[in-house]
């Protein structure tokens, strides 16, 4: 298999964003951290992160040995997987966690740089903050091309002979993507689950009860607090958009296998494509990255307007790139698969911007939550809920319009649903996914400086660093829970297209599988008593093989069950946050109660107690929630086969999307309607309506940052899950 040079750009493009963020991560290192006690803040925070990460890794370690152990059986003792598949999988564990693991001790050493560049000016704040953020945007997308070419390289070495090469290479690099869906997971539930048990213990018992400012350092839980922000926002979204990143280009490159499948020179092109323009992204991006700066007192929507016009102009460009791209590769139809990423593009940016709509408090539906408050803390959690679920209407249109549209685009706007239309529109959804997370490097860096700017806004009230500084801190906090919240999503977004092209990827594992199953010696029937030949079939003869239609009860039980499945997982993962939650109130309490003089700042709280106990809390709540992402597929796939899957697939991905949104956008909308309270409406700090506000925002707390984010992995999971397991469940037929 001749790899075509254009290729290589993939590689170079991944090295150049590590080498960049890299050059961030020195330029930030090399600012004054400020005051000893500003420095021994964030020292505090650091080895707080530090010490749950590598307890977390301990045990994320486990699964991934024994998952690890059961795909190697599966391959070499059953024959029913792929060789590749452990050590793919091992490998997108890898890259996942050490994408949260940079992300994350960048953003522990930035927070304190950027709130001492606070005291200077708003402009040298944000740039801090913002290109600290880049760090992350930069590992994440660095990490994920180098892996991707990696084993792109060595598997079209290993199967340059094959018949169905790219399908196999492909399908087996879908495994890494398995990989990185578990590592994310487990990251972004556990590190969730800390930092919403420290936030809510910190706020409740120290805002609401003892009547203390937020960040104060009387308070035990506001070191755990700061931790929290580090491990579950940053490296816990790391590791979440990283596998984001992967799917988008890995289940695109699939469904490029197949759709030219008779084709193989216009297959190797259709394949390598995503690569190529999530490459050109990367450098798009980091010209994006220098163009955001701002004004010295600059208003919510000047910082937006700022943060906006590097990933707009990054967005405008990479869809130029993507026709000369598609174009120079001769992609068949390039201009409507040019068109299909155009799409991608829009929905990302539309909604992006409904997010912040109905999150920011610039918009009228965070300030209508805001003025509820002056009918108490019902009447806000009431409004927020409310809020949340009308926020889902545009994001689902959106995501709606965008899969018919790439969708038609690439195949010519063919309504026939033949096999050849139907593979090619779905290859247009996926390139679709792939426009939208092409600039990630500079989105995820708008995700990323939310966190850092929250940190930096906790180091100077503890620090006490005077009025104007701490101003122009809760500025820039106030921008990041808005941008956080446009990220939240946009991975959302994306995670649904993607999910869409994996329904397609799994029916060509299955076909991969029986293919295998025949050279074996098995036989195949269909309905009609008919020896069915899985080499010859397309994907329209599967679905009639297997009955995937509505009339089939297995495909409703399988999608009432995946619909469900949402449901649950939030409510296990909300839960966990409850019990963890129960157990920080009653710890702070217990310190304010029996340690005389804190209250008066003649003592220091036991911060380590309470990171000890977010630390358990996360440990012990985030094993069953993350194994059922993995069990339910399975145990699906061998009680109903591949039409129950089918069933599942669909139901999670339409519950787990259109819960998310309402979760991260409730949630988001509860912050900053306490934010706009702090800033002096509606009686301002201290008031019934900041209490109001306060108990909105604890309510929402585990809504945006814990259940909501983690739904766009669990969707995603459930379909890898359900590809790397076709073998076993064609054992079953």
């Known amino acids: 298999m001749n790899i075509p040079t254009i290729f290589w750009l993939v590689p170079i493009a991944s090295i150049a964003a590590l080498?960049?963020?890299?050059?961030?991560?020195?330029?930030?290192?090399?600012?004054?951290?400020?005051?000893?006690?500003?420095?021994?803040?964030?020292?505090?925070?650091?080895?707080?992160?530090?010490?749950?990460?590598?307890?977390?890794?301990?045990?994320?370690?486990?699964?991934?040995?024994?998952?690890?152990?059961?795909?190697?059986?599966?391959?070499?003792?059953?024959?029913?997987?792929?060789?590749?598949?452990?050590?793919?999988?091992?490998?997108?564990?890898?890259?996942s966690g050490l994408a949260g693991f940079f992300g994350m001790k960048t953003a522990t050493y930035a927070s304190a740089r950027t709130a001492n560049a606070a005291r200077q000016g708003l402009n040298k704040g944000l740039k801090i903050a913002f290109r600290s953020g880049a760090v992350m945007g930069l590992v994440v997308v660095g990490l994920g091309l180098l892996d991707i070419a990696i084993w792109f390289v060595v598997l079209s070495y290993f199967y340059q002979t094959d018949d169905m090469a790219l399908v196999t290479i492909t399908t087996t690099m879908l495994t890494f993507g398995m990989g990185a869906s578990t590592q994310a997971l487990f990251a972004r539930v556990g590190g969730g689950i800390y930092t919403k048990a420290a936030d809510v213990g910190a706020d409740l018992v120290g805002k609401v009860e003892a009547d203390i400012p937020e960040d104060d350092p009387r308070n035990p839980a506001t070191i755990a607090d700061n931790v929290g922000d580090n491990v579950g926002d940053v490296a816990g979204m790391g590791a979440d958009l990283y596998e984001s990143y992967c799917g988008s280009i890995l289940s695109t490159a699939a469904l490029g296998a197949t759709a030219f499948a008779l084709n193989e020179d216009m297959q190797l092109r259709a394949v390598i494509a995503p690569m190529v323009i999530a490459s050109v992204g990367i450098f798009l991006s980091l010209f994006g990255i220098f163009l955001v700066r701002t004004k010295e007192g600059a208003t919510m929507k000047d910082l937006l307007r700022s943060l906006g016009f590097g990933t707009n102009v990054s967005a405008i460009l990479i869809a130029v790139a993507s026709f000369i791209i598609l174009y120079s590769l001769q992609i068949e139809n390039w201009l409507g698969v040019s068109f299909s990423v155009v799409t991608g593009l829009l929905a990302g940016v539309i909604i992006g911007q409904a997010t912040e709509y109905y999150t920011s408090h610039t918009y009228k539906p965070t300030q209508k939550i805001a003025e509820a408050s002056q009918t108490g803390s019902a009447t806000v959690i009431i409004k927020g809920i409310g809020t949340g679920m009308i926020s889902t209407m545009v994001p689902v249109v959106t995501i709606s319009v965008a899969i018919m549209f790439s969708y038609l685009f690439a195949n010519r706007f063919d309504l026939s649903m033949t096999a050849e239309s139907i593979s090619m529109g779905l290859y247009g959804i996926g390139i679709a996914a792939v426009g939208m997370l092409s600039t990630l490097g500079i989105t995820l860096a708008t995700d990323a400086y939310g966190p850092i700017a929250d940190n930096a806004g906790g180091n100077a009230e503890m620090s006490e660093l005077g009025e104007e500084v701490r101003h122009r801190t809760d500025a820039l906090d106030a921008l990041g829970n808005t941008t956080a919240a446009t990220g939240k999503g946009f991975a959302?977004?994306?995670?649904?297209?993607?999910?869409?092209?994996?329904?397609?990827?799994?029916?060509?594992?299955?076909?991969?599988?029986?293919?295998?199953?025949?050279?074996?010696?098995?036989?195949?029937?269909?309905?009609?008593?008919?020896?069915?030949?899985?080499?010859?079939?397309?994907?329209?003869?599967?679905?009639?093989?297997?009955?995937?239609?509505?009339?089939?009860?297995?495909?409703?039980?399988?999608?009432?069950?995946?619909?469900?499945?949402?449901?649950?997982?939030?409510?296990?993962?909300?839960?966990?946050?409850?019990?963890?939650?129960?157990?920080?109130?009653?710890?702070?309490?217990?310190?304010?109660?029996?340690?005389?003089?804190?209250?008066?700042?003649?003592?220091?709280?036991?911060?380590?107690?309470c990171v000890e106990i977010s630390t358990r809390s996360a440990q012990r709540e985030m094993l069953f929630p993350s194994l059922l992402a993995i069990i339910i597929p399975i145990v699906v796939g061998v009680l109903l086969g591949v039409a129950g899957v089918m069933g599942l697939l669909i139901g999670g991905l339409t519950a787990g999307f259109t819960l998310a949104v309402f979760m991260a956008n409730a949630g988001g909308a509860w912050d900053n309607a306490k934010k706009m309270v702090e800033e002096g409406?509606?009686?301002?700090?201290?008031?019934?309506?900041?209490?109001?506000?306060?108990?909105?925002?604890?309510?929402?707390?585990?809504?945006?940052?814990?259940?909501?984010?983690?739904?766009?992995?669990?969707?995603?999971?459930m379909s890898m899950v359900s590809i790397v397991m076709a073998g076993l469940i064609v054992a079953f037929i």
Request: include cysteine; hydrophobic fraction near 50%; charge should be positive.
């Open 19 to 95: 080498g960049m963020a890299l050059y961030f991560f020195r330029q930030m290192i090399a600012e004054d951290e400020g005051t000893p006690r500003m420095k021994e803040i964030a020292s505090h925070v650091r080895r707080g992160a530090m010490a749950y990460l590598k307890q977390q890794y301990k045990v994320v370690t486990i699964v991934f040995v024994v998952l690890a152990i059961v795909f190697s059986f599966m391959a070499y003792v059953m024959h029913v997987q792929n060789p590749w598949v452990p050590f793919a999988f091992l490998t997108g564990g890898l890259f």
């Open 492 to 609: 959302i977004g994306s995670a649904a297209l993607t999910a869409l092209a994996l329904l397609a990827s799994y029916v060509e594992e299955i076909k991969i599988a029986m293919i295998r199953a025949v050279n074996e010696g098995h036989t195949f029937i269909d309905n009609m008593g008919e020896v069915f030949n899985p080499s010859t079939a397309n994907m329209i003869d599967y679905m009639n093989f297997f009955q995937v239609n509505l009339m089939n009860p297995k495909v409703l039980v399988g999608a009432f069950i995946g619909g469900m499945a949402a449901f649950l997982f939030c409510g296990l993962t909300m839960g966990a946050v409850g019990r963890a939650a129960q157990t920080m109130v009653e710890e702070v309490r217990r310190q304010f109660r029996e340690i005389k003089g804190i209250l008066d700042g003649k003592a220091t709280p036991d911060y380590s107690r």
């Open 681 to 717: 409406y509606f009686g301002g700090k201290g008031s019934s309506c900041h209490k109001a506000t306060i108990v909105g925002d604890t309510v929402g707390d585990p809504f945006k940052d814990t259940s909501g984010p983690s739904l766009n992995i669990l969707i995603k999971l």
